[in-house]
């Protein structure tokens, strides 16, 4: 437990010099550098998110007018946790698949970091050059019934691509132990146009609302430790104590770009994780 300590303190002070949830990097390092179960690393580094998630929703006093977007998108996450969870449990106790839980999260999460650690510092560079990447690329989508949200400016959004986007994140989110915040900020941004200030309240309560059901959906199929869940909040709390005052001093241009090549170096761990795998 001292070791998943010391390594929560690092990811939590990485977390929050970068403003992204930590668990891209917890599960593949408890499982391929601490040897904990894939299961086990999951539902536990999901369970830990819970507890800043909620920490930080209580310290930004979010209204509940902030809660209507997130609830339309609940049912889609809902779903999404539900198949996500049951696709690793499914995995991992499975006798009649020739992949393992480990090998296909690991597969997985480095697809995932590799495409969004390219698009980072592709969108970081073109930012550069003062040519943003254009955004609300899903909202040309106008599948009905289509609403007019308040919050956006009075902007159209199609409730189905909404709901499917949803889905998708709370399946990756119960699949790989993550927060969701990885995928609903540029989501929210570059999909759906949102602005950046209504997308960090957004995603916080998102984050919240995956947490939550992610805890209980794991918990329930046996998958949470107490024990590393306790040394990982311990490690984290301190770690991003430490790192925020160094995210301040930080420039957002820097952050997307250093994000970028944090994700890519974290995809190279996991390409390496597997080609050892592969060669036993």
């Known amino acids: 437990m001292i070791l998943a300590i010391v390594v929560a303190f690092f990811v939590g002070a990485i977390s929050a010099i970068f403003g992204v949830g930590g668990g891209f990097i917890l599960v593949p390092v408890l499982n391929s550098a601490l040897g904990i179960p894939m299961n086990i690393a999951v539902g536990s580094v999901v369970s830990y998110v819970l507890g800043p998630a909620t920490t930080a929703l209580l310290y930004r006093n979010v209204q509940w007018t902030s809660w209507r977007l997130p609830l339309i998108l609940s049912g889609g996450l809902f779903v999404g946790v539900f198949l996500g969870g049951s696709t690793l449990n499914f995995f991992t106790h499975s006798d009649t698949v020739s992949i393992d839980a480990e090998t296909l999260v690991l597969r997985v999460y480095l697809g995932l970091l590799s495409v969004l650690g390219m698009f980072s510092l592709w969108e970081s560079e073109r930012a550069t050059r ?52 990885l995928l609903i900020v ?91 795998s592969a060669s036993q």
């Open 130 to 181: 003062f040519r943003p990447i254009s955004r609300g690329w899903l909202n040309r989508i106008l599948l009905p019934p289509v609403i007019r949200v308040r919050d956006w400016n009075n902007r159209a959004l199609s409730v189905p691509m909404f709901v499917w986007f949803g889905v998708t994140v709370g399946f990756l989110s119960g699949l790989l132990g993550i927060s969701g915040g």
């Open 186 to 276: 540029p989501g929210l941004l570059y999909l759906f146009g949102v602005d950046a200030q209504k997308t960090v309240v957004t995603s916080m309560v998102v984050v919240w609302l995956v947490s939550f059901q992610s805890t209980i959906l794991h918990a329930w199929s046996g998958n949470v430790d107490l024990k590393l869940v306790a040394a990982l909040l311990a490690g984290g709390t301190i770690g991003a104590r430490a790192g925020s005052s160094i995210g301040r001093r930080l420039g957002s241009q820097q952050l997307r770009r250093n994000f970028g090549i944090l994700a890519i170096c974290t995809a190279i761990f996991v390409a390496i994780r597997l080609s050892v």
